[in-house]
């Protein structure tokens, strides 16, 4: 199993686990806590501004960390589980504990998919070929990925993914879901995600989805992305 530790100013180690993009906070059991941002709350600024991130992760990402532990606290079955595998199982366990479990971790995920200007980095060539393999170019892919996190009707996420037959794949899912469940109508292991709530844009976008998720690339760390791809392969 691939492991990474969290991402500080000195040092950025990547890697996955099973089936998961990244690391300790998908292999942690309860209780859960809340990961500290691999950057400072403006520093994504002025794709996502500092009140945003500073609500979405100390607010929002919070209570999905308390109300899962809550959640497992009441469950003596989940008591050892790990977050991923608990994601994996979402399809037989409650509402809530699929909802909280997924919440926290579609974010831990999430804030390390970005990076501050200058510690953003580049397609590897292997992730470049396999983006042009599938949609041509990677202009054709963001458009792909935009058009369907526009389309994704109300709450959830906007994926790409490596499928099971280790292809690359654009798809969406509602509410806190994510391609690992079992419920998932596509499943993988997903490499890049984009969080579609209204919670991580309207203080800057307000309605404007669209404009949100096209001006998101700027931020993307494009180097974590590339090893969330040459991991999830080597898994399959």
Partial sequence: M???????SAALMLALPVAVAQDDFAA????????DLPYAA???EP???AQTMELHHGRHHQSYVDKLNEAVEANDALANMSLEDIVASAGSLSTEIRNNAGGHWNHSFFWRLMAPEGERGEPSEAFGAAIDAVYGSMEDFKTAFEEAGAGQF????VWLVVDTNGQLAVTTTPDQDNPLMDVAETRGTPILGNDVWEHAYYLTYNNRRPEYLSTWWDVVDW??????????????
């Avoid at 942690?28 to 990961?35: E, N, Q, V």
């Fill in 154 to 157: 109300g709450s959830g996420w």
């Fill in 223 to 236: 180097g974590q992305v590339s090893q969330n791809y040459k991991a999830a392969l080597a898994d399959q």
């Fill in 42 to 44: 403006n520093a994504l």
């Fill in 28 to 35: 942690a059991t309860a209780p859960f806590t809340l990961p």
């Fill in 47 to 49: 794709v996502i501004d």
């Fill in 2 to 8: 691939f492991r990474t530790a969290l991402v500080t």
